[in-house]
């Protein structure tokens, strides 16, 4: 084989290559899309049969029983120490990464600026990731605390 035929043997293997990692990430995100909406299609139904099925139950009896309220209260209140908690992790990691870019010395070259404009990019990025599945994950856990907890009020 002579050498531009080769080269071009290289290259017609290397596009299948690229056709096919782009066919299999096509697919995958095909998959996480249909994950994704089975996931929020079950937290919608979690949420409105709680909605539906508990609340007016509850709302009838609380009316009538100052413990029950006291606790729903109660069970308020934990909800939202829990998104200050969320806040305050949310606060503190941004001041980290703004002093973070405040003690950056001055880069000498566009690599060294380069390599540190992608390390703050990827704080940020984990920091936004790390807060994005943490809401998600007390979202979740709240929507089964509450459904529980009227479960064992009205029987349900």
């Known amino acids: 084989m002579t050498r531009p035929m080769h080269k071009l043997t290289d290259a017609n293997l290397a596009l299948a290559d690229t056709q096919a990692l782009v066919t299999n990430g096509a697919l995958a995100l095909s998959h ?3 994950q994704l909406q089975k996931l929020l299609n079950a937290s919608l139904t979690r949420q409105s049969h709680c909605l539906e099925t508990g609340m007016p139950a509850f709302m009838a009896m609380a009316k009538f029983d100052p413990d029950t309220l006291g ?3 109660e069970l308020q209140n934990a909800i939202a120490d829990r998104f ?3 806040g305050e992790q949310w606060i503190q990691g941004i001041r980290q990464i703004a002093e973070e870019a405040a003690e950056l010395k001055k880069a000498n070259t566009l690599g060294k600026y380069m390599a540190q ?3 703050l990019v990827g704080q940020w990025v984990s920091l936004l990731s790390t807060q994005t599945t943490n809401v998600t994950e ?3 856990n709240i929507q089964i605390d509450v459904a529980y907890w009227l479960s064992q ?3 349900r």
């Open 32 to 34: 996480r899309t249909t």
């Open 71 to 73: 606790e729903w209260f």
């Open 153 to 155: 009020k009205t029987g």
């Open 84 to 86: 200050v908690g969320q």
């Open 117 to 119: 404009q992608c390390a």
């Open 138 to 140: 007390q979202l979740e």
